[in-house]
């Protein structure tokens, strides 16, 4: 797997990647690891990161559109074979979901998991075992933004390690997805070809 893609010999101007989700999500984190010379910049969907794309405010986006547990990650699957985008690259990358909460929490306080349907599916049988409720959310990194945001020690959020970090917020189980190969296949778009 490579450690980054896509760098042109001498071009050191970094461009704008879009993707969907807030500061510390798994797509956020494969374009840190794969362009960091890129501003990585969040969109609330699919549609708003690749319309980003489509009207040039971003150069490139980074979107996932498979998944090695539940296949297909829709809708940015349908909208990036639909959307006639140049696929620069594409790259596998090991998704590790952590369930996190406010400092102190217990993890017999909790009473609702937080994340984007997406990981829900990809931790669905171990979440069963916990008996909360569970809540869906927009993003994962977005569900622990909201975790921290709330103060509420009966709620927690399933996002990556990082998002924990960005948040304040301390993770009570690592690991948690049902697949221990769980792996998500991120695509790097480029405009439309006329």
Known sequence: ??????????????????????????????????????????????????????????????????????????????????????????????????????????????????SHPIALDQCRETLAGFHCDIVVAFDTAGAARDVAEAGDSTRAALAPMAAAEAYGLEILRNDLQDSPDNRTRFVLLAPARG
């Open 1 to 114: 797997m490579p450690d980054q893609i896509g760098r042109p010999e001498n071009d050191d101007t970094p461009g704008r990647v879009a993707y969907q989700g807030a500061p510390g999500a798994f797509s956020h984190e494969a374009c840190m690891a794969l362009r960091p010379w890129d501003i990585a910049v969040p969109f609330e969907s699919f549609d708003l990161a690749l319309g980003a794309l489509a009207s040039g405010d971003c150069d490139l986006a980074l979107i996932p559109i498979e998944n090695s547990t539940i296949g297909a990650v829709e809708p940015a699957a349908t909208l990036v074979r639909e959307g006639g985008y140049a696929v620069l690259a594409d790259v596998w990358r090991p998704i590790r979901h952590a369930l996190m909460a406010l400092p102190g929490t217990r993890l017999s306080e909790i009473r609702t998991i937080e």
